[in-house]
């Protein structure tokens, strides 16, 4: 590779021509030699196709009726008529015409072609002699269809014709053989006069090749000595004066527009290097009013620190007092937390005798019902005894009638009347007695109800109470949260203080530094003054 960069353009455009000059005349010869031996080919087997089916014509009708019979033909004849085949074979540059024919699976002549040598020498094919076939010529027999082939046998190295044709009902193979020897020399001909003419075509691309790339390359040296002439020079007023509209120049128009664009862009540069001067006239006057602000904020800065002390002091003691009340609540959330465990467990036992209550007066609201229960029965004796007494003083007058007979039985009802007054005073009493029971039990009943009914209500009351005392215990808690977040907000107070005056010294130390910087500041300013001055020294040696 670092060859390639030591050779000169104009060299690397010619190899590159060449090259392509190769690449194009290497495709043309191939083909072209390709295609002349396939035309030269085809025409060798157009004169061996067109000899070969004059064979039956040179031969004769008479001939062709006796050929297939053994015996038919005498010698005289067949050198007859290799005669007339020789001679017709050398019209058309042919080497031998023969007639062959399928007898009991072999291949044999019925004629054949030769000249005064063979004919002397006795050195051709005779009637029905066998001949050894190749493979074209069994394909011919076998498929019934011309076939060309190239075969060596005694007679020397051949390209033949195949050529199956029906005679007198017989099938037989007129063939026709020319040298290959013939048909490589056509080949190397055409080879020759391929290669020459791809010999002179590439030369003349060369050639052509070689100009073009000094064209290319006088072109490129004019732009490159006209670029190192303005270097020298400092100069970009000269644009070039490229020729024609091609590649190159376009690149004459593109460094014609680079040289425009860098001219604009020095005196863009020369105008921002006067402003450049002027700035830093400005950033050095800031800088001393930066320095002097930075004064008179470390004082600011020093009476804020002692204000942020001051308060950190006051938020501390806000946080005892709150740490105070904080553990005062929780002391009566305690007492709270008691009291309604206990309002609970009497709420309670409140609900249980209530319970009890309402279960006496129904025990009593059932006595009563067993009460006038009693007192239907008591009723029901007293219409019995009534009963009774009517019934023995009915006795007594029905014994009164009776007379002296009657006498017991008066006795005995009077007995059963006045058994029957006892039984009515004692109903009577009872009944008395049973009406002052039902009245002191619907009493006692009313007042146990009332008992239980005050009972609920105190329930209900100590069921309020203990739900308020869950309020109250519920709203301390709530106290005691807010208290614990302003303790957390005091906290964060606190910190942020302690943040602000680490802030404040920071920012006192920025401030010194940044007096420190601004002094720098100033003193790079006056340097860069002395570089814009130069720099636009430097530009004053460009022609613009």
């Avoid at 391929?194 to 064209?215: E, M, N, P, R």
């Avoid at 008179?296 to 501390?316: F, K, M, V, Y």
């Avoid at 467990?345 to 009693?374: G, K, P, T, Y």
């Avoid at 008992?451 to 209900?460: M, N, P």
Wanted: proline residues 1%.
């Amino acid at each position: 590779m670092k060859l390639l960069h030591d050779i000169s353009l104009r060299t690397k455009l010619a190899c590159l021509f060449l090259l392509l000059n190769i690449v194009t005349v290497l495709a043309f010869c191939t083909h072209t030699y390709l295609r002349s031996s396939e035309q030269a080919m085809a025409l060798i087997d157009t004169r061996l196709n067109a000899s070969a089916r004059a064979v039956p014509a040179l031969l004769g009708d008479a001939f062709l009726a006796s050929m297939f019979t053994p015996g038919s033909v005498s010698q005289a004849q067949m050198v007859s008529n290799a005669r007339k085949l020789d001679d017709y074979a050398k019209q058309f540059n042919v080497v031998y015409l023969y007639l062959l024919w399928q007898k009991d699976g072999k291949i044999v002549y019925l004629a054949d072609g030769a000249g005064e040598k063979e004919l002397k020498e006795n050195s051709f094919g005779h009637h029905l002699e066998e001949y050894e076939p190749s493979e074209g010529l069994k394909r011919s027999f076998q498929q019934n269809r011309i076939e060309f082939d190239e075969y060596t046998d005694k007679y020397g190295t051949f390209r033949s014709v195949f050529i199956p044709q029906s005679i007198g009902g017989q099938q037989v193979v007129i063939a026709a053989d020319i040298l290959l020897s013939d048909a490589l020399a056509s080949r190397q001909q055409v080879l020759k006069e391929t290669l020459l003419i791809g010999g002179l075509s590439l030369l003349v691309g060369t050639l052509i090749a070689w100009w073009l790339s000094g064209l290319v390359s006088r072109a490129i040296l004019r732009i490159s000595s006209h670029i190192a002439l303005h270097a020298e020079e400092c100069q970009l007023n000269a644009p070039l004066r490229p020729q024609g509209r091609d590649e190159i120049a376009q690149i004459a128009h593109s460094f014609n527009l680079l040289c425009q664009r860098f001219r604009d862009t020095l005196l863009d540069v020369a105008n921002h290097a006067r402003d450049t001067f002027h700035s830093a006239e400005n950033v050095r006057q800031n800088a001393h009013d930066t320095q002097s602000s930075s004064s008179s904020s470390r004082e600011q800065l020093s009476q804020l620190a002692q204000r942020s002390e001051r308060i950190h002091g006051l938020a501390e003691n806000s946080r005892h007092t709150i740490d105070e009340v904080q553990q005062h609540m929780e002391a009566v959330q305690q007492q709270l937390q008691q009291s309604r465990s206990q309002v609970g467990v009497m709420a309670r036992d409140m609900q249980d005798h209530v319970a009890a209550n309402r279960e006496l007066a129904q025990r009593f609201d059932a006595l009563s019902s067993d009460v006038q229960h009693i007192t239907q029965i008591l009723q029901r004796i007293a219409g019995i005894s009534e009963q009774t007494n009517l019934l023995a003083l009915n006795a007594a007058i029905e014994a009164a009638r009776a007379g002296e007979a009657g006498r017991g039985f008066a006795v005995v009802a009077d007995e059963v009347r006045k058994l029957a007054g006892q039984t009515q005073n004692t109903l009577s009493e009872t009944d008395s007695f049973v009406a002052k029971l039902l009245n002191t039990i619907h009493d006692t009943a009313g007042i146990i109800t009332h008992q239980a009914d005050e009972a609920a209500t105190l329930s209900g009351a100590s069921t309020a109470m203990e739900q308020a005392l869950e309020q109250t215990r519920q709203v301390l808690a709530s106290l005691e949260s807010r208290f614990g977040q302003i303790v957390s907000e005091q906290q964060s107070i606190r910190n942020d203080l302690q943040q602000m005056h680490h802030g404040m010294q920071q920012l006192d130390q920025q401030s010194t530094q940044q007096g420190q910087t601004s002094q720098q500041l100033s003193d790079e300013a006056g340097s860069l003054e002395q570089t814009a001055r130069l720099l636009n020294l430097s530009l004053a040696r460009f022609k613009m």
